[in-house]
């Protein structure tokens, strides 16, 4: 990593992992807020657990570059077309922080009944060693990190990051491999929502 990020006034050093955060990332959040809610095409996934189907408490959409497609939660999902104002963002992601970006995984919390359970961003398709970048819209939500089991960061306490409306969590390599994340219910919250800049390898 370079070590420009450590000058960073949100840098996050933990043991396997090193994040940046920056509460006033998107200039104009209410107006992207809107223009996701409203034009993007939403859909509601289903998860195989324990032999059952499961709707996904959230909506999910999956956009990027032309032929792009990506496989989360057990099923195979191709890229829709940049939504307006989302280039605009990798673009900046790749002139502030150096981060190359070809989709972004889009998921709508409808209110605080919506949530995320723990997982990390491991995909294949990501390669080893991936950049997260995640962009937070609509209400304040708590993004929950815990250590995985019997790694280097086992010893390290869980974290919370409360995520602003326009925010950026910039989650560095090596975090996937040694931390997973999630996103708990808060009943008395509104709509979120998140946006996940990744790099598919092809």
Same mark, same amino acid.
């Given at each position: 990593?370079?070590?420009? *990020? ?7 050093? &933990?043991?396997? +992992?090193?994040?940046? *955060?920056? $509460?006033?990332?998107? $200039?104009?959040? /209410?107006?992207? *807020?809107?223009?996701?809610?409203? /034009? ?7 998860? !195989? ?10 909506? %999910? ?5 032309? #032929? ?8 195979? !999902? ?6 307006? #104002?989302? +280039? ?9 922080? =150096?981060?190359?970006? /070809?989709?972004?995984?889009? /998921?709508? *919390? ?8 723990? !997982? ?29 089991? #019997?790694?280097? $960061?086992?010893?390290? $306490?869980? =974290? ?11 989650? &560095?390599?090596?975090? =996937?491999?040694?931390? =997973? !994340?999630?996103?708990?219910?808060? %009943? ?15």
């Amino acid at each position: 990593m370079s070590n420009g *990020y450590r000058d960073h006034p949100g840098y996050i050093a &933990l043991a396997g +992992a090193e994040l940046v *955060y920056q $509460a006033d990332f998107v $200039a104009d959040p /209410n107006a992207l *807020y809107r223009a996701l809610r409203e /034009n993007v095409d939403w859909q509601q996934s289903k998860l !195989h657990i324990f032999g059952r189907w499961r709707l996904t408490p959230r909506l %999910v959409s999956f956009v990027g570059d032309p #032929g792009l497609s990506y496989r989360y939660s057990g099923q195979s !999902h191709r890229a829709t077309v940049w939504p307006t #104002g989302l +280039a605009e963002l990798r673009e900046r992601l790749a002139k502030e922080y =150096q981060c190359e970006f /070809n989709c972004a995984l889009l /998921n709508y *919390y409808r209110d605080g009944r919506d949530s995320m359970g723990w !997982h990390t961003d491991n995909e294949p398709e990501l390669g080893p060693s991936p950049t997260i970048a995640s962009i937070s819209l609509g209400d304040c939500r708590d993004f929950r990190l815990r250590p995985k089991p #019997g790694g280097i $960061a086992a010893e390290e $306490a869980p =974290q919370t990051i409360a995520l602003q409306h326009g925010s950026l969590l910039l989650m &560095l390599p090596p975090t =996937q491999a040694h931390w =997973q !994340h999630s996103l708990p219910r808060r %009943v008395e919250r509104g709509g979120r929502i998140n946006i996940t800049f990744r790099q598919i390898i092809r």
